[in-house]
């Protein structure tokens, strides 16, 4: 009965506009992609995704916004269709504020835009209102923290947040290798299944 349910609602539910993909230079002169969806509208809502999701990611999300405002929503660099970072340049969330930062630029024309952000979008929202104050109209925070997870403040105990940090640090040299192979890795057949298998994603979440 839960299969058919599902199945059923799955059938009813109206396709899903994927808005315009547009390309604009971000921080750097790295190509950030963004799509648009309800051009028509006066008011902008700019989206910002977590880390190592895909373009699709909250699209139902930004297809329910766009019935009446105008909704960007960007990728980060090397996710989606961004270009990686360009050489000197880097990852960190002062890269993503910045490239943010030309995005609202590029498309609110001195509006003040609600920012809606999920998970790492939070801090990336945090640290572009950190250097641009008063620029929005509204933040609307879903899942995420204002500061680095990983920092002892945030984590209860302070032992565990010394091994966590240490093995962020670590890791960071990898990123640079990883974080260019992560847009394809995502967009494998297989990833929603293996993603099922191991409990991360539930039975029954639509797959867009």
Known sequence: MERHLLGA????HPVIDEGTLLHISGADRVRIACRVLGAEHDRTV?????????PVFMNRVASELARDHKVVYWDYRAHGDSDTASAGSGYGIADHAADLDHVVRAFCDGERPVMVAFSMGVQVNVEWTRTNPGRAAAHVYMLGVPRNPMHRTVLLRKRAARIAEGIAVGARPLLHHIQPDTPATLRTPNTNVHARYLGVVREGCPFA
């Open 46 to 54: 700019i989206l910002t995704s977590g880390i190592g999701c895909g």
């Open 9 to 12: 609602r799955r059938e009813a």
